[in-house]
């Protein structure tokens, strides 16, 4: 410890104060004194000590008392105190040691015996404080390595689960389009086979000679009429079959896009859309609740610079988790509650000029979070699912993504029985 520490001498007898201030100023400290608790309670409000010698028979409150407010006190528990006292019994030093002491010095006391005394109280007051701050250091590093570790096994998980994912859904989509591919062909053909036949069955009722009745009475037979008429739409009805399923291949394909190396525009209506037909079942009524309304207001977005396949990822969570939010309370519902339930989920997008970003806010009307729920919701492994319907993971990955990856922000209000909500901001470069 510096010759320099500041030592606090606290004492009612202003000879005591003067011998000891000579003493340890000789040696190098810096002092300052007090003649009651209370004043040395007082003058630590804006000086704080390295060390405290305290006399324990002081009037008003004594030094047993000031000692016991000195370590109830969190900015002044830390400061070593060395008692001195006449009194050398056995009861009075266990006292001082149960109240925090460091040290006990007798009066009269010998210049030398005070002198190590301060001087070893310091350097172990010293020795302590490098020892705290050390493991401080010690303790933001190891902080430091975990945070590294979560957010690279995040990395590596959301890798996976999205490489994973990309691959089965490229897959079907591919083995759509195979027999797709066949399909709209051949309806192509088979419209003009069957409009081919058609002219040709109407030349011959037109041109030939009187039918016979077998021929009439089979015509009545399979409808001919209604037959001629209604296999166009048939074919029309097959042609938007394929176009449908045409449109799903595509929504998988840019659902499953991979990202590359570098960011590249995108246009977030579709991830939206194609998140939304990933999960179009589970969005429809089934044998526990109504089907889920999802009301659309899309602004005028342009396409910005991002990772799009990682974000699809991050529409996919959120909205799956409103869906479980609606399984959920359907499950505990009665049917008269079921009957009455109106399930909604909002999604809206903007563009906000003045910060150059992009904005989507996606909510549900569901059962809603408490604040302490709210807090946690983006920490890592946190959830309030059951084991086994859950991980913790998906909304963890949704904000590293959106922050990390794209520098933007997502936040979440929610309030019980109002729903919640989640928004979206990314910067538009």
Same mark, same amino acid.
């Given at each position: 410890?510096?010759?320099?520490?500041?030592?606090?001498?606290?004492?009612?007898?202003?000879?005591?104060?003067?011998?000891?201030?000579?003493?340890?100023?000789?040696?190098?400290?810096? !002092?300052?004194?007090?003649?009651?608790?209370?004043?040395? +309670?007082?003058? +630590?409000?804006?000086?704080?000590?390295?060390?405290?010698?305290?006399?324990?028979?002081?009037?008003?409150?004594?030094?047993?008392?000031?000692?016991?407010?000195?370590?109830?006190?969190?900015?002044?528990?830390?400061?070593?105190?060395?008692?001195?006292?006449?009194?050398?019994?056995?009861?009075?030093?266990?006292?001082?040691?149960?109240?925090?002491?460091?040290?006990? =010095?007798?009066?009269?006391?010998?210049?030398?015996?005070? #002198?190590?005394?301060?001087?070893?109280?310091?350097? #172990?007051?010293?020795?302590?404080?490098?020892?705290?701050?050390?493991?401080?250091?010690?303790?933001?590093?190891?902080?430091?390595?975990?945070?590294?570790?979560?957010?690279?096994?995040?990395?590596?998980?959301?890798?996976?689960?999205?490489?994973? +994912?990309?691959?089965?859904?490229?897959?079907?989509?591919?083995? !759509?389009?195979?027999?797709?591919?066949?399909?709209?062909?051949?309806?192509?053909?088979?419209?003009?086979?069957?409009?081919?036949?058609?002219?040709?069955?109407?030349?011959?009722?037109?041109?030939?000679?009187?039918?016979?009745?077998?021929?009439?009475?089979?015509?009545?037979?399979?409808?001919?009429?209604?037959?001629?008429?209604?296999?166009?739409?048939?074919?029309?009805?097959?042609?938007?079959?394929?176009?449908?399923?045409?449109? =799903?291949?595509?929504?998988?394909?840019?659902?499953?896009?991979?990202?590359?190396?570098?960011?590249?525009?995108?246009?977030?209506?579709?991830?939206?859309?194609?998140?939304? #037909? !990933?999960?179009?079942?589970?969005?429809?009524?089934?044998?526990?609740?109504?089907?889920?309304?999802? +009301?659309?207001?899309?602004?005028? #977005?342009?396409?910005?610079?991002?990772?799009?396949?990682?974000?699809?990822?991050?529409?996919?969570?959120?909205?799956?988790?409103?869906?479980?939010?609606?399984?959920?309370?359907?499950?505990?519902?009665?049917?008269?509650?079921?009957?009455?339930?109106?399930?909604?989920?909002?999604?809206?997008?903007?563009?906000?000029?003045?910060?150059?970003?992009?904005?989507?806010?996606?909510?549900?009307?569901?059962?809603?979070?408490?604040?302490?729920?709210?807090?946690?919701?983006?920490?890592?492994?946190?959830?309030?699912?059951?084991?086994? $319907?859950?991980?913790?993971?998906?909304?963890?990955?949704?904000?590293?993504?959106?922050?990390? $990856?794209?520098?933007?922000?997502?936040?979440?209000?929610?309030?019980?029985?109002?729903?919640?909500?989640?928004?979206?901001?990314?910067?538009?470069?």
């Amino acid at each position: 410890m510096p010759d320099s520490a500041r030592i606090l001498v606290v004492d009612d007898t202003p000879a005591n104060l003067e011998i000891i201030t000579e003493i340890l100023a000789n040696a190098g400290y810096t !002092i300052s004194t007090a003649i009651s608790g209370d004043r040395a +309670l007082k003058r +630590l409000q804006a000086y704080t000590p390295d060390l405290i010698l305290l006399d324990v028979q002081m009037p008003g409150i004594d030094g047993f008392e000031t000692c016991q407010r000195l370590k109830d006190n969190p900015e002044t528990a830390y400061i070593p105190v060395i008692f001195m006292t006449a009194v050398a019994n056995t009861s009075s030093k266990v006292k001082g040691f149960s109240l925090g002491a460091a040290d006990y =010095i007798t009066k009269p006391f010998q210049e030398s015996e005070l #002198l190590a005394r301060v001087k070893t109280h310091l350097q #172990l007051s010293l020795l302590t404080q490098q020892l705290e701050q050390r493991i401080q250091e010690r303790t933001a590093e190891l902080q430091m390595a975990l945070d590294q570790l979560s957010r690279s096994q995040l990395k590596l998980i959301q890798s996976e689960k999205m490489a994973s +994912l990309g691959n089965l859904v490229a897959g079907v989509a591919h083995e !759509i389009n195979n027999p797709l591919g066949f399909l709209n062909g051949s309806i192509d053909h088979l419209n003009d086979y069957v409009g081919d036949l058609l002219d040709h069955l109407r030349l011959y009722q037109q041109n030939e000679s009187p039918r016979t009745t077998l021929i009439q009475d089979h015509a009545h037979k399979i409808s001919l009429d209604f037959l001629c008429e209604d296999l166009p739409k048939v074919l029309n009805s097959m042609q938007g079959a394929t176009d449908r399923i045409r449109a =799903i291949s595509s929504g998988l394909r840019t659902f499953s896009r991979s990202d590359g190396e570098y960011k590249a525009k995108a246009d977030l209506h579709e991830g939206i859309e194609s998140a939304l #037909l !990933i999960l179009k079942y589970r969005i429809k009524g089934n044998s526990h609740r109504p089907a889920i309304q999802v +009301l659309k207001d899309y602004g005028e #977005l342009p396409p910005i610079e991002c990772f799009p396949g990682q974000l699809n990822q991050v529409f996919m969570n959120i909205l799956a988790n409103a869906i479980d939010v609606f399984d959920e309370a359907a499950q505990q519902a009665s049917s008269v509650d079921l009957d009455n339930a109106s399930h909604k989920i909002e999604i809206s997008t903007a563009v906000l000029p003045e910060s150059k970003h992009v904005e989507i806010r996606i909510r549900d009307n569901g059962s809603g979070m408490t604040p302490e729920v709210t807090c946690r919701i983006f920490d890592y492994l946190f959830t309030t699912k059951a084991a086994g $319907k859950g991980t913790g993971l998906g909304l963890t990955i949704a904000h590293q993504i959106v922050t990390e $990856k794209h520098n933007g922000s997502l936040h979440v209000q929610s309030e019980m029985g109002q729903g919640t909500e989640f928004c979206i901001r990314l910067p538009m470069s």
